[in-house]
């Protein structure tokens, strides 16, 4: 069996977890345009080399990756009790960032906010506006492998594990421990978008180069994170009150705030000097095209760390010491 053939993955998992044929979603069968299909069949193939080649490392198999046949915005990673790892996105998610970032209505036709960026393509293969696309399916499959890592490391599972990402599933107990999880996942992701988004920074035209564009291309990859984190909320993106030790993924704010540190700690290059409120602002700008009321979000986050600042630098002290003693963390297996 050829487990590189979605075909034959989708027979596997069939045979091997009990899937009825409604669970997993085939791109092979739908009616989509040859475009369409073709970006379907990358992906998987990206994911599922990805996590071949990664087993050994992680002690991360039998793994796996499959479209789930589901039209709202989620992703998850699994473990079974017979062992199988599997990571998961739905078809609707994969849709929907499809369709804002290069579907055929997508906002770059017409946005002058966003047609004013599309000159960082001088030098690149690829657009902007796809660039945004990678980076935040990019993410939602490092994330994931990041739990796979997770799970790999736990002493003595014995039952089902899963992180799903839409914030639906927030009815799930606080747990400071799955907190440390999404801490970790989150900054798993936002490296490999961080290592892409510089090589497309270092393949622009010379003349570009400078701090400005280093800024905005860093701006490109936050933004295409915080536009996947919106999805995942739905509608109730617009919330504002930040929360510390309640639900099941962070809060949104929190996420962005560690994710930025990240990106700006990571991206040092002496040649150019990064602001962070500059990055966060661009991307904000970026984020509001798409969501009318995204810059509330900025607002609302720059109150929120100007008025509870205390509380948020405890928090994230909590996260960042409490992450560096959970040994089963993906953070501490990196180097393995
Ligand atoms: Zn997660």
Do not use: W
């Not at 379907?40 to 490392?57: A, M, P, S, V, W």
């Amino acid at each position: 069996m050829d487990l590189y053939n979605y075909s034959d993955v989708i027979e596997y998992l069939n045979k091997n977890i009990g899937f009825s044929d409604e669970e997993i979603y085939d791109f092979k069968k739908q009616d989509l345009s040859d475009n369409f299909k073709d970006i379907f069949g990358k992906y998987f193939f990206f994911c599922q080399t990805n996590l071949l080649e990664e087993n050994q490392k992680f002690n991360i198999y039998p793994a796996s990756f499959y479209f789930k046949n589901d039209s709202t915005n989620n992703a998850a990673a699994d473990y079974y009790e017979n062992g199988f790892y599997l990571i998961n996105i739905n078809e609707g998610f994969f849709y929907n960032l499809y369709e804002i970032f290069l579907g055929d209505n997508n906002l770059f036709k017409i946005n002058k906010t966003l047609q004013e960026l599309l000159f960082l393509n001088n030098g690149n293969k690829i657009s902007v506006n796809y660039l945004m696309f990678q980076a935040s399916t990019l993410f939602t499959f490092y994330h994931e492998l990041g739990h796979l890592i997770q799970y790999s490391g736990m002493y003595g599972k014995s039952s089902n594990l899963n992180n799903s990402e839409s914030y639906k599933n927030d009815a799930k107990p606080f747990d400071f421990n799955n907190h440390l999880m999404e801490y970790d996942s989150d900054l798993y992701g936002a490296s490999y978008v961080l290592n892409h988004i510089l090589i497309y920074f270092d393949e622009l035209d010379y003349e570009l180069k400078n701090t400005q564009n280093y800024e905005k291309t860093l701006s490109l990859g936050l933004s295409s994170i915080i536009i996947n984190f919106l999805l995942l909320l739905g509608k109730d993106y617009k919330s504002t009150k930040v929360f510390y030790r309640e639900t099941y993924h962070p809060h949104i704010y929190i996420r962005i705030f560690y994710i930025m540190d990240h990106f700006i700690s990571n991206s040092v290059d002496e040649k150019y000097e990064v602001k962070s409120n500059n990055v966060l602002k661009s991307s904000i700008d970026i984020v509001s095209q798409f969501f009318p009321d995204g810059n509330l979000i900025l607002k609302n986050l720059f109150n929120s760390l100007l008025n509870d600042f205390d509380n948020i630098k405890k928090y994230y002290d909590d996260i960042y010491d409490g992450s560096e003693k959970l040994m089963y963390l993906a953070k501490h297996k990196q180097q393995v």
